[in-house]
Each structure stands twice: as structure tokens, then as C-alpha cells.
T-cell receptor, first 115, second 112 residues
Framework: EAGVVQSPRYKIIEKKQPVAFWCNPISGHNTLYWYRQNLGQGPELLIRYENEEAVDDSQLPKDRFSAERLKGVDSTLKIQPAELGDSAVYLC?????????????FGPGTRLLVL | KQEVTQIPAALSVPEGENLVLNCSFTDSAIYNLQWFRQDPGKGLTSLLLIQSSQREQTSGRLNASLDKSSGRSTLYIAASQPGDSATYLCAPNPRGYQKVTFGTGTKLQVIP
């Protein structure tokens, strides 16, 4: 069974440029998460989807970040415009059911460097 | 707001030693708690998930315990191996549709 797939693995951009990350969850997983992980820290949740619906986006900086999950499968996270402080690893995870009961499976992440 | 602390932040042990990693959390109203490992440049891999009704969970050389009332969990690694070198994170899952909070992790190095 394929795991969570993310692309690109690495991205270097200049500040004020847009950037997008893509995630393909494990087949059949209804719940999808986007996390941001700063160096030396644990992941912090940005947004969680149950199928197509964003059920928790309270930590998403909505002035510059946006996300979508079309057809309840793949998801895209976008930053426009990027700032220096956005440099981090962006992790996607999926689970088959309620977050409270199910293990989350993580992708390898996209490492973003904003210059 | 849930706060999760992991002690120690870093640990270096010789191969073969048994070791304990600690996790404490401030809000004991959790549904379960997960332990993950993260290798450099990689995503997180789930190791163990303990339900709030359980006191411990075992997988191979790993044993995780949970004392929900005191807000503590430990991860015990028996007979450590160099391949165990990684960062270990704990994540208590709250009841309801609230976000999972991760600890900052314990970076483990097992020296051959």
C-alpha cells in the first residue's frame, strides 16, 4: 500500500513569491491534515479536512495561506505571498476515521526555504 | 490550551541500554496518546497509540505507558540499537474536534 505522497520535496523561493504544495493521502482515508514544523519543534496543525470539508482551520493564517481538497482526495496548500518566516517543513498526514481514534500516517514533507 | 513537554530534549546512550523517554501534558481530557519517531528529513512514523482507557501498549522492544490523571506518558525502549536513533515525539489527542498538540521531541542517539 502506498503511503502519503507529497510534492515537491524541496522548494526554494524568494520572499513575496507564491508557492504551492501537493498531497495525495492514503487511498480510502477521509481525514487529511496539513502541519507546519519549524526546526527543533513538533508539528503544528494548520488545517484538517473531513472529506472535502475543512473542519479545523483555526491555525491557518488566512491572509496568505489557502488550502483546498477537491473531491475529498488530493489536497493543495498555497502560500501567497511567502514571507521569510514561512520557511519550515510542511507535512501532510491522513487517517481513516476520527482523529481521536485513528493513527495518523505522515508523508515525507516539503521543505520550504524562503530567501 | 494543551501544552506538551518532553524530557530530556536530547539523549545519547551506548548500544544495548534500556532507556525511558518522558512526556507530560497539561490537559488530561484526552482520548488517546500517540508516540511517533521522526528520522532526519523524513515525516513522522507512528509507533504506538494508547487509548485513554489503557495503561500501556507494547510493540516489540517498545512499551508505552499512560497515566492520564497525572498527565504523563513514558516510552520505554529495551536493548537500544543504533537504528533507534531518531527524534521521538508524543501527541495527546483531545476529545472532540480539537487539534492534536505535539511535544517538541526527544532526540535520541544510540552509539554503537
Amino acid at each position: 500500500e502506498a503511503g502519503v505522497v507529497q510534492s515537491p520535496r524541496y522548494k526554494i523561493i524568494e520572499k513575496k513569491q507564491p508557492v504551492a504544495f501537493w498531497c495525495n493521502p492514503i487511498s480510502g482515508h477521509n481525514t487529511l491534515y496539513w502541519y507546519r514544523q519549524n526546526l527543533g519543534q513538533g508539528p503544528e496543525l494548520l488545517i484538517r479536512y473531513e472529506n472535502e470539508e475543512a473542519v479545523d482551520d483555526s491555525q491557518l493564517p488566512k491572509d496568505r495561506f489557502s488550502a483546498e481538497r477537491l473531491k475529498g482526495v488530493d489536497s493543495t496548500l498555497k502560500i501567497q505571498p511567502a514571507e521569510l518566516g514561512d520557511s519550515a517543513v510542511y507535512l501532510c498526514a491522513s487517517s481513516s476515521g476520527l482523529a481521536e481514534q485513528e493513527t495518523q500516517y505522515f508523508g515525507p514533507g516539503t521543505r520550504l526555504l524562503v530567501l | 490550551k494543551q501544552e506538551v513537554t518532553q524530557i530530556p530534549a536530547a539523549l545519547s546512550v551506548p548500544e544495548g541500554e534500556n532507556l525511558v523517554l518522558n512526556c507530560s501534558f497539561t490537559d488530561s481530557a484526552i482520548y488517546n496518546l500517540q508516540w511517533f519517531r521522526q528520522d532526519p528529513g523524513k515525516g513522522l512514523t507512528s509507533l504506538l497509540l494508547i487509548q485513554s482507557s489503557q495503561r500501556e501498549q507494547t510493540s516489540g522492544r517498545l512499551n508505552a505507558s499512560l497515566d492520564k490523571s497525572s498527565g504523563r506518558s513514558t516510552l520505554y525502549i529495551a536493548a537500544s540499537q543504533p537504528g533507534d536513533s531518531a527524534t521521538y515525539l508524543c501527541a495527546p489527542n483531545p476529545r472532540g474536534y480539537q487539534k492534536v498538540t505535539f511535544g517538541t521531541g526527544t532526540k535520541l542517539q544510540v552509539i554503537p
